[in-house]
């Protein structure tokens, strides 16, 4: 099994703590009370690699989007392997707050293999009524492909496109490290003028299932 660590930021009330909600354990509440300092929960994708089904274990941490708690985000997106930030479709400011988390992720991980993925969350409002929408999917979706961002549009209330990000997820991370793994073994067979098993990294072993806040 693969484990990655992810976080997800966004200003508060997009919807983070709902899309993880929909996304570990398939529910959706009307009424969440918005999150205190962080919430840890952990679930896994399979994915194929040809015949084979591989696990991969997400670690997330699931930030509050309130002013208050912004300093204690670095915490959290520091040595995440992937970032959720979540905007509101409905709600013009939360996707200048979205594009200033994108910023400071670039600025201070120093992971160039990253994975963003900008999510533009509570689709379902705009269903039966598009004049709800106040972001135009195309400009954020350009900015996000200008920004070498994952994108899309979700709905942790129907469970539109949820378990599809962490899905697209897994599979990079996992070609990223099929990768590392690949570039590794063959310097050490360039090393041991050999030949060399390629195997994939073994998890750590930190299983917790603990919250802080
Ligand atoms: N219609 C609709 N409402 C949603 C959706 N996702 C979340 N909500 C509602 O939006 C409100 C805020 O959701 P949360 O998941 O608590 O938002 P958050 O981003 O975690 O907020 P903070 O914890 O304050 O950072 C709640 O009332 C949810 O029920 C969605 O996809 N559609």
């Keep these: 099994m693969l484990q990655f660590k992810l976080v997800l930021l966004g200003d508060s009330s997009v919807g983070k703590s709902s899309i993880v909600n929909r ?17 840890f929960l952990s679930q ?3 994915i194929k690699d040809d015949d084979q089904d591989v696990t991969v274990k997400f670690e997330i941490w699931d930030t ?30 939360s996707l200048e707050k979205a594009q200033s988390w994108v910023h400071e992720l670039k600025n201070k991980v120093d992971d160039n293999n990253l994975v963003i993925y900008l999510v533009g969350n509570k689709v379902d409002l705009t269903k039966d009524d598009e004049e709800k929408r106040v972001v135009d999917r195309d400009v954020a979706e350009k900015y996000a ?11 942790a209330k129907t469970g539109e496109g949820i378990q599809q990000i962490f899905q697209t997820i897994g599979e990079n991370l996992y070609e990223v490290r099929k990768k590392e793994n690949t570039t590794n073994n063959s310097n050490m067979a360039n090393r041991a003028h050999g030949q060399v098993d390629i195997q994939l990294p073994r998890p750590s072993t930190n299983d917790s299932t603990s919250c802080c806040s």
């Design 23 to 39: 996304f570990v354990k398939d529910s959706f509440d009307e009424f969440r009370e918005s999150t205190i300092g962080a919430a």
């Design 44 to 46: 896994t994708v399979t």
């Design 64 to 93: 509050a989007g309130q002013e208050r708690y912004k300093s204690l985000a670095p915490m959290y997106y520091r040595n995440s392997n992937a970032a959720l930030v979540v905007y509101d479709i409905t709600q013009a400011d």
């Design 145 to 155: 492909q200008e920004n070498g961002l994952l994108f899309n549009e979700v709905s």
